[in-house]
């Protein structure tokens, strides 16, 4: 499971509302395209051997031949809009898998989605670890702010004993 609460305290969260973190980690972002160049076997891995063996028939039946010979090739930048428009009709005509390729080499993601394939957190959940973040933060500042105290009275403490002459009582900590 992700660290949340980590990713909360790390960017400085814990002064906002749940509702703003939810949204910075949820938010899309522009779009993200993968340039790089995919063969039949690329394909096989994201959709599977039937599904790219019909995406192959499709091609040649309407009219993207063309494009068979790069795929067993050197490979096919997916991303490319030529490339993006034969996806989306191939899957407008019922094609397997065209969507899903479509879709993975030309997508928006959120803040989320780029640190794990974990599902987004709902706003309930971000409430839930945003308290303890807030509760974890306070923690590690009243630690901190101890020891400074402590640190201070040791100090004074130490000054004082090496003030002492030996007369009257010992100094108290």
């Known amino acids: 499971m992700f660290d949340l609460q980590g990713l909360i305290i790390a960017r ?13 980690l949820t938010a899309k972002s522009p779009i993200v395209v993968d340039a790089a160049k995919y063969s039949w076997s690329g ?43 034969a996806l989306t009709a191939l899957a407008a005509g019922g094609v397997p898998g065209c969507d899903t390729l479509k879709n993975r080499v030309v997508q928006q993601r959120s803040l989320w989605n780029s640190l794990t394939p974990d599902d987004e957190p709902s706003l309930e959940t ?19 702010a101890g020891k ?11 000054a004082a004993v090496s003030a002492w002459s030996g007369a009257g009582e010992a100094p108290a900590y």
Request: glycine share 10%; no cysteine; aromatic share 6%.
């Open 126 to 144: 971000v409430a839930t670890v945003l308290g303890g973040a807030v509760v974890a933060v306070a923690k590690t500042s009243a630690i901190a």
């Open 43 to 85: 394909i096989a891995d994201v959709v599977g051997e039937a599904a790219t063996e019909q995406i192959r028939i499709a091609l040649e039946a309407n009219g993207l031949g063309w494009a068979v010979p790069q795929l067993g090739g050197a490979g096919l930048v997916l991303s490319d809009a030529r490339v993006q428009s």
């Open 12 to 24: 400085g969260w814990t002064t906002q509302t749940s509702q703003f973190v939810h949204d910075a």
């Open 148 to 158: 400074t105290a402590m640190r201070t009275r040791w100090s004074e403490f130490e």
